[in-house]
């Protein structure tokens, strides 16, 4: 049970450093009752989750209470929800427990709730310790601001505009991006569709798991990314997206990971995800899949928004298996535009393999986008080999942006004659670190105890990888250069990175199921790549150590910024940057907690030194290199596919 301050959209431009956008998870009942009240739709209100809060008011205001069913009172009288109510100088409105259905219920008042704004919104995200004026939910005796009111344009939402709530819901959904047969077989598919998932009692605004069955998958393994077959290369997530990790079905949610490593079969609409902020633990959920251009409006808050059918109408869906398009970028490379949604589009280069040259174009994409600036796209995201585009499609229609795509693709520059600013950063490294340790024990306890993984992540590294123990594991971690490839893999400027040398490309697979709790600033490796955990939250990766902050609470950003931008007018909150090189030096685990207390203090102490990445000549180093890192990778599919016959004898995966 919280209540936190949020507005709509929420926190926007900030996807591609791993900044969720927040804001209400229902944001319909949200926005109806800011209209009602001759608010902004993007005013800021409270979100209650469960159960709600009594609320002092100093003035004569006029409030609407939307969303699941609560009993709510001011002054000790029942009032109705959905209704247009004054609380006098000196009332009390009280708002109780939820008794459903649904879980979530907002209290919008007249003029909005005055709170700072953090990079641009007043959206409280409690994981990343920002929004709301105390970036944590409400507490007792905290006193809230409100701008001054406005006139109230109606005495209640009209009838045929309030959504259907109910314990099955019905989800509109596109095919894609990662459909059938590539991921997933076709029989997977049809369940997918076909079946009446549950909702776990394990879910939050960062996504709403789902119990369901176990897909037969359409390939054996995740190769470079990982040896189960949900593993891919980094991309971005959206909003409402499907995630399988691992067989774990779960429904991103607003404070969801902006990126991740695992596939996404089918997306709920724009419109439709409104639901996912009343999904109650036992309701049961069947996915719909719908035209993307048959997709109701999200702009639209009346009977457009089709929010008030407990059903979802379908005349049948794209057929498609997710793919947009397929072109050649060039001779060598193809470009795939996969549906992420009714808005957006994941642009995938070449072959599902580890190639600097693909995230070399990429960036060309990325850097085109910003400078051309088109009308109607809102983030862009780039991956290991991939680009996500999101728009508004009243202002952007995907047909349209797939012709600017395509347009852009001609003015691209040759990547191989890319030259990036690219620096290297030295961070300490708390090797096999005690919260590692306790993050592993509390899965065992919590989630699964016989996962091949545990007790102890090293000595799977080690297994996997076909290294003769533990301390090769550790003196190739130490000997490593990671280049970061992207940011935000998992929250808050978080790097996923890989080994500039191949031969330090230590492989492993993400946990199945993810971790519930990972500590902050903890390292780990899923697939060939590495990540520092931005903040605690859920994670997959197999732990090596803990290091310092790439997230520095401190900063106070307040401007916004465009899609894709890296910077800011005021100081940045995140520390690294694309291309920039991360080096590790060891420390004990008592030196590492003093570090990480003057980090939080302000006292940063990083060493950084400028240089640059160019592609040239990195290929050069490939070549001249290429015997030894054949061997290294030929030792290493053997241990890999050792590990997988293993996995396939105990039952990890299916044939």
């Given at each position: 049970m919280q209540t936190t301050v949020q507005d709509w959209p929420g926190r926007i431009g900030y996807w591609h450093i791993g900044v969720p956008p927040s804001g209400p998870m229902d944001d319909l009942s949200f926005r109806l009752g800011n209209r009602v009240l001759g608010n902004p739709e993007s005013a800021a209100g409270l979100e209650c989750t469960l159960g709600g809060p009594a609320l002092r008011f100093t003035e004569a205001t006029w409030v609407c209470v939307t969303g699941a069913v609560a009993d709510v009172r001011v002054d000790g009288q029942p009032v109705e929800q959905w209704r247009t109510v004054e609380v006098p100088a000196g009332g009390l409105l009280d708002v109780g427990a939820i008794r459903g259905p649904?879980?979530?219920?907002?209290?919008?008042?007249?003029?909005?709730?005055?709170?700072?704004?953090?990079?641009?919104?007043?959206?409280?995200?409690?994981?990343?310790?920002?929004?709301?004026?105390?970036?944590?939910?409400?507490?007792?005796?905290?006193?809230?601001?409100?701008?001054?009111?406005?006139?109230?344009?109606?005495?209640?939402?009209?009838?045929?505009?309030?959504?259907?709530?109910?314990?099955?819901?019905?989800?509109?959904?596109?095919?894609?991006?990662?459909?059938?047969?590539?991921?997933?077989?076709?029989t997977d598919f049809d369940t997918i569709l076909g079946t009446d998932y549950e909702v776990h009692f394990n879910s939050d605004r960062t996504g709403v798991r789902l119990i369901g069955p176990k897909p037969e998958w359409a390939r054996t393994d995740g190769g470079e990314a990982g040896l189960h077959p949900s593993n891919i290369h980094d991309n971005a997530y959206t909003i409402g997206a499907l995630d399988f990790t691992g067989d774990t079905p779960i429904l991103l949610g607003p404070d969801g990971p902006s990126l991740g490593g695992f596939v996404c079969p089918v997306t709920v609409v724009a419109a439709e995800r409104w639901k996912l902020g009343q999904l109650t633990p036992g309701d049961t959920v069947r996915f719909v899949a719908v035209r993307a251009e048959h997709a109701a409006p999200a702009g639209e808050l009346g009977s457009a928004r089709r929010a008030s059918f407990a059903t979802v109408l379908s005349a049948g869906r794209d057929g498609d298996d997710g793919i947009l398009r397929r072109t050649d970028a060039d001779d060598e490379t193809a470009v795939t535009y996969r549906r992420q949604g009714d808005d957006g589009v994941l642009v995938e280069y070449g072959a599902l393999t580890l190639?600097?040259?693909?995230?070399?174009?990429?960036?060309?994409?990325?850097?085109?986008?910003?400078?051309?600036?088109?009308?109607?796209?809102?983030?862009?995201?780039?991956?290991?080999?991939?680009?996500?585009?999101?728009?508004?499609?009243?202002?952007?229609?995907?047909?349209?942006?797939?012709?600017?795509?395509?347009?852009?693709?001609?003015?691209?520059?040759?990547?191989?004659?890319?030259?990036?600013?690219?620096?290297?950063?030295?961070?300490?490294?708390?090797w096999d670190d005690p919260s590692t340790r306790e993050a592993?024990?509390?899965?065992?306890?919590?989630?699964?105890?016989?996962?091949?993984?545990?007790?102890?992540?090293?000595?799977?590294?080690?297994?996997?990888?076909?290294?003769?123990?533990?301390?090769?594991?550790?003196?190739?971690?130490?000997?490593?250069?990671?280049?970061v490839l992207g940011l935000g893999d998992v929250y808050l400027g978080a790097p996923v990175a890989t080994p500039t040398d191949p031969r330090h490309r230590l492989v492993t697979t993400k946990y199945n199921p993810a971790r519930t709790w990972t500590p902050e600033n903890a390292v780990g490796i899923g697939g060939a790549y590495l990540c520092i955990y931005g903040m605690e939250g859920p994670g997959g990766y197999q732990f090596v150590g803990r290091t310092t902050q790439v997230w520095n609470h401190r900063a106070r950003p307040t401007g916004t910024a465009g899609p894709g931008v890296d910077h800011f007018d005021s100081e940045t909150p995140w520390l690294l940057r694309y291309f920039d090189r991360i080096r590790w030096y060891p420390v004990e685990a008592d030196e590492l907690l003093d570090l990480r207390a003057d980090f939080a203090t302000g006292k940063v102490d990083v060493t950084v030194t400028d240089g640059e990445f160019r592609l040239a000549d990195y290929r050069r180093f490939l070549a001249d290199n290429a015997t030894d890192i054949e061997n290294f990778r030929a030792v290493q599919a053997e241990a890999f596919a050792t590990e997988r016959q293993s996995w396939r004898t105990a039952g990890e995966l299916t044939d």
């Open positions: 649904g879980m979530r219920t907002y209290i919008l008042i007249s003029g909005g709730i005055a709170v700072e704004h953090f990079l641009g919104s007043a959206a409280t995200f409690t994981l990343g310790r920002f929004g709301g004026g105390t970036g944590a939910a409400l507490r007792p005796h905290v006193t809230l601001p409100l701008d001054a009111p406005n006139t109230r344009l109606a005495p209640a939402v009209p009838m045929s505009d309030i959504p259907a709530f109910g314990r099955r819901w019905e989800l509109a959904v596109t095919e894609g991006p990662h459909g059938a047969p590539e991921f997933f077989t076709r190639d600097l040259g693909l995230r070399a174009r990429v960036h060309a994409l990325h850097q085109h986008l910003v400078a051309a600036r088109p009308r109607g796209v809102v983030e862009l995201t780039p991956g290991i080999r991939s680009l996500q585009i999101r728009v508004d499609p009243a202002v952007l229609p995907i047909p349209r942006l797939l012709d600017l795509l395509a347009e852009a693709e001609t003015l691209l520059p040759d990547s191989d004659h890319l030259v990036v600013p690219s620096r290297t950063v030295h961070l300490p490294l708390s592993i024990t509390r899965y065992m306890h919590g989630v699964r105890a016989d996962a091949p993984w545990c007790p102890w992540n090293i000595e799977f590294i080690r297994r996997m990888n076909g290294l003769a123990s533990v301390e090769d594991v550790h003196r190739t971690v130490f000997d490593a250069e990671y280049l």
